[in-house]
């Protein structure tokens, strides 16, 4: 874990023989000028560096697995006091076993037991802790590693269904169209057959692309007006203006549609006689700004929940672009507006 | 001559069933109606045998004008695509014709029509416990005042009184009947909007001003216009749930 805790890998394999030496010559020169022999210091530093890595590695192990609760915290103090008493006293017997016959190291021995039992102990405990934070921040990364593609997931989910909604109403109600539309008028029928394919191929070829130009949004709304106007021509007026320019702007699609979809079924569906709906593109510092109006009757029968609706278009804005600000509607005098500001770049 | 009806909001589409129609010589179209109003008013006037109803239109839809009717002629729905009408109307309808239909399609449909019409006890259209709504989803409730068509949303209703196969609307406009049962209209409204507080009564909760005691066991409503409600027992119980007391 303490190898891993470093971004580079590269950096975090030389942590532990980094720290190997500097605990030997930490341990060389304190014992240096204690008056023993430098074969004695030498060893003496040996095992103990040999010891100290070892009880470092146990550290990582235990602590990668485990990371103590509240309840046995304790364990936090408890392991690193033992395991370090543990290391001194094996380090004393060896040491005792290995110069057996000279009095003046084992009594320096004797006398630093308690010294660096003391020094094992406080870098354990500080290991410990250290290991703790690390497994903690290394499990929070990975938490919020997983919740990203989790949002990612659940986006394209929720993408891919918004676009699935697609009216099967209009689409039946166009086919019924162009049945009426063979015996009485087959030109026209004709022309909704091509009119009513060029709109549903737009729709398929928009699902695989994130952006696309604000040209061929127009133009495919353009073919949606045209398919409303051969299925209620007697009622439907369009107004659309677009500011010299614009064209060319890149945006999301299924942003402007469901507006102007919106606008048809409260519009043209809600309400008796003829219809206005008037459609504004205009390009404001680095928004595009797109103003829909139709009218609306608040006592109007309209099909509850089919269509994208306004709440998916506010949806698809968070989605895309993090704001909740860019979708403005109201009602007045038997009019709704509806304001959209799409941020583009160039 | 068999006298029909077509309405449908696309003038495509009514053409159609028109010129369907007119393979039989023994139906006369009297009308050819594009929403609701129209067709109610061309209702009253011809009292036609058949109507040619499609469901989704402006102002009213295919439903809420069928209500409306005392006599009901029978019908033939004929809709593109409704998300309950398919299901719900399997049993009680006439035939429902989905858009597009072919012709063979619309012959079955008439011959349909014509075995059942030959025997006079002609079935209510509407059924027995009303249209399909859905549930809670109600935003307005179409009544009729005279020969004409009102519509009142849901939120400027004060209270519902049951009178037998009536329920009587109470508005800050007046009082409106209308042919439904109040637990019909109970449960196309929102639960969290309106209450049942009596057998007889559902009150919007808008418009609660108070609940007094009355009598063991039964309480009275005061609403913000004065008018006091009979409350029963379990209405009460209904009335503490909802308004969290």
Same mark, same amino acid.
Request: hydrophobic letters at 45%; charged letters at 20%.
């Given at each position: 874990m303490y190898l891993t805790a470093f971004s580079s890998s590269n950096f975090g394999k030389w942590t532990l023989p980094g720290i190997g030496c500097i605990w030997f010559l930490g341990g060389y020169f304190l014992l240096l000028? @204690?008056?023993?022999s430098e074969e004695q210091v030498l060893v003496d530093a040996f095992f103990l560096t040999l010891l100290f890595l070892g009880g470092v590695l146990l550290l990582d192990r235990v602590f990668r697995h485990y990371t103590p609760n509240r309840k046995n915290g304790f364990l936090l103090v408890l392991f690193p006091l033992l395991l370090s008493g543990g290391l001194a006293w094996g380090h004393a017997q060896l040491l005792s076993w290995w110069f057996a016959k000279e009095s003046d190291y084992l009594e320096l021995l004797e006398a630093s037991f308690f010294y660096r039992w003391t020094v094992f102990g406080l870098v354990f405990q500080l290991l410990a802790v250290l290991a703790v934070v690390i497994s903690k921040v290394a499990g929070q990364e990975e938490l919020s590693r997983r919740e990203g593609q989790l949002l990612q997931l659940s986006k394209e989910a929720e993408l891919a269904q918004l676009r699935q909604q697609l009216q099967p109403h209009f689409l039946f109600n166009s086919l019924n169209s162009i049945h009426a539309l063979v015996l009485a008028s087959p030109q026209r029928a004709r022309d909704m057959v091509l009119l009513l394919s060029d709109f549903l191929r737009g729709t398929l070829r928009s699902e695989g692309q994130s952006w696309i130009s604000l040209a061929d949004e127009i133009k495919y709304l353009s073919m949606y007006f045209d398919i409303e106007r051969v299925r209620f021509g007697h009622r439907l007026l369009v107004d659309l203006q677009v500011e010299e320019g614009v064209e060319g702007l890149k945006i999301p699609p299924l942003l402007v549609q469901p507006l102007v979809e919106n606008a048809i079924k409260y519009g043209l569906y809600g309400t008796l006689g003829e219809v206005k709906i008037s459609l504004r593109f205009q390009k404001e510092g680095n928004y595009l700004q797109v103003n829909v109006e139709n009218p609306f009757d608040g006592q109007a029968s309209v099909p509850a929940g !089919?269509?994208?609706?306004l709440s998916s278009v506010e949806r698809r804005l968070f989605l895309i672009? =993090?704001? !909740?600000?860019?979708l403005e509607k109201s009602a007045a005098q038997g009019i709704f507006r509806v304001h959209l500001k799409i941020p583009v770049t160039g | 001559m068999i006298k029909a009806l077509i309405v449908d909001d696309e003038p495509l589409a009514a053409g159609l069933v028109n010129e369907f129609l007119? /393979?039989? *010589? @023994?139906?006369?179209?009297v009308a050819i109606c594009h929403d609701g109003f129209e067709a109610f008013k061309a209702i009253q006037a011809h009292?036609?045998?058949?109507i040619f109803l499609?469901?989704?239109? *402006?102002?009213? !839809?295919g439903f809420e004008l069928l209500e409306l009717?005392?006599?009901?002629p029978a019908v033939l729905f004929t809709t593109a695509f409704d998300q309950y009408a398919v299901q719900a109307f399997? /049993?009680?309808?006439l035939d429902y014709l989905v858009k597009p239909f072919s012709e063979a399609r619309f012959a079955q449909a008439i011959a349909r029509f014509l075995s059942q019409h @030959?025997? *006079?006890? !002609?079935?209510?259209?509407?059924?027995e416990e009303g249209f399909p709504v859905l *549930? =809670?989803?109600?935003t307005r409730l179409v009544v009729r005042v005279k020969n004409e068509l009102k519509v009142i949303q849901?939120?400027?209703?004060?209270y519902v009184e049951a009178n037998d196969d009536y329920i009587s609307i109470h508005t800050g406009e007046g009082k409106f009947l209308k042919k439904m049962t109040l637990k019909q209209l109970e449960e196309s409204l929102d639960p969290e909007k309106f209450a049942r507080v009596h057998r007889s009564f559902l009150v919007n909760?808008?418009?609660? /001003?108070g609940i007094e005691p009355y009598e063991k066991e039964s309480y009275l409503l005061r609403l913000r216009t004065g008018q006091k409600i009979p409350v029963s027992k379990t209405g009460y119980a209904r009335l503490r749930q909802v308004l969290g007391l």
């Amino acid at each position: 874990m303490y190898l891993t805790a470093f971004s580079s890998s590269n950096f975090g394999k030389w942590t532990l023989p980094g720290i190997g030496c500097i605990w030997f010559l930490g341990g060389y020169f304190l014992l240096l000028h @204690q008056g023993i022999s430098e074969e004695q210091v030498l060893v003496d530093a040996f095992f103990l560096t040999l010891l100290f890595l070892g009880g470092v590695l146990l550290l990582d192990r235990v602590f990668r697995h485990y990371t103590p609760n509240r309840k046995n915290g304790f364990l936090l103090v408890l392991f690193p006091l033992l395991l370090s008493g543990g290391l001194a006293w094996g380090h004393a017997q060896l040491l005792s076993w290995w110069f057996a016959k000279e009095s003046d190291y084992l009594e320096l021995l004797e006398a630093s037991f308690f010294y660096r039992w003391t020094v094992f102990g406080l870098v354990f405990q500080l290991l410990a802790v250290l290991a703790v934070v690390i497994s903690k921040v290394a499990g929070q990364e990975e938490l919020s590693r997983r919740e990203g593609q989790l949002l990612q997931l659940s986006k394209e989910a929720e993408l891919a269904q918004l676009r699935q909604q697609l009216q099967p109403h209009f689409l039946f109600n166009s086919l019924n169209s162009i049945h009426a539309l063979v015996l009485a008028s087959p030109q026209r029928a004709r022309d909704m057959v091509l009119l009513l394919s060029d709109f549903l191929r737009g729709t398929l070829r928009s699902e695989g692309q994130s952006w696309i130009s604000l040209a061929d949004e127009i133009k495919y709304l353009s073919m949606y007006f045209d398919i409303e106007r051969v299925r209620f021509g007697h009622r439907l007026l369009v107004d659309l203006q677009v500011e010299e320019g614009v064209e060319g702007l890149k945006i999301p699609p299924l942003l402007v549609q469901p507006l102007v979809e919106n606008a048809i079924k409260y519009g043209l569906y809600g309400t008796l006689g003829e219809v206005k709906i008037s459609l504004r593109f205009q390009k404001e510092g680095n928004y595009l700004q797109v103003n829909v109006e139709n009218p609306f009757d608040g006592q109007a029968s309209v099909p509850a929940g !089919t269509g994208f609706g306004l709440s998916s278009v506010e949806r698809r804005l968070f989605l895309i672009f =993090g704001r !909740t600000d860019l979708l403005e509607k109201s009602a007045a005098q038997g009019i709704f507006r509806v304001h959209l500001k799409i941020p583009v770049t160039g | 001559m068999i006298k029909a009806l077509i309405v449908d909001d696309e003038p495509l589409a009514a053409g159609l069933v028109n010129e369907f129609l007119n /393979a039989y *010589p @023994q139906f006369e179209v009297v009308a050819i109606c594009h929403d609701g109003f129209e067709a109610f008013k061309a209702i009253q006037a011809h009292q036609p045998d058949l109507i040619f109803l499609d469901i989704q239109m *402006p102002k009213i !839809t295919g439903f809420e004008l069928l209500e409306l009717l005392e006599n009901p002629p029978a019908v033939l729905f004929t809709t593109a695509f409704d998300q309950y009408a398919v299901q719900a109307f399997d /049993a009680k309808g006439l035939d429902y014709l989905v858009k597009p239909f072919s012709e063979a399609r619309f012959a079955q449909a008439i011959a349909r029509f014509l075995s059942q019409h @030959q025997t *006079p006890a !002609t079935s209510n259209i509407v059924p027995e416990e009303g249209f399909p709504v859905l *549930p =809670g989803k109600s935003t307005r409730l179409v009544v009729r005042v005279k020969n004409e068509l009102k519509v009142i949303q849901v939120q400027e209703v004060r209270y519902v009184e049951a009178n037998d196969d009536y329920i009587s609307i109470h508005t800050g406009e007046g009082k409106f009947l209308k042919k439904m049962t109040l637990k019909q209209l109970e449960e196309s409204l929102d639960p969290e909007k309106f209450a049942r507080v009596h057998r007889s009564f559902l009150v919007n909760l808008q418009e609660v /001003a108070g609940i007094e005691p009355y009598e063991k066991e039964s309480y009275l409503l005061r609403l913000r216009t004065g008018q006091k409600i009979p409350v029963s027992k379990t209405g009460y119980a209904r009335l503490r749930q909802v308004l969290g007391l």
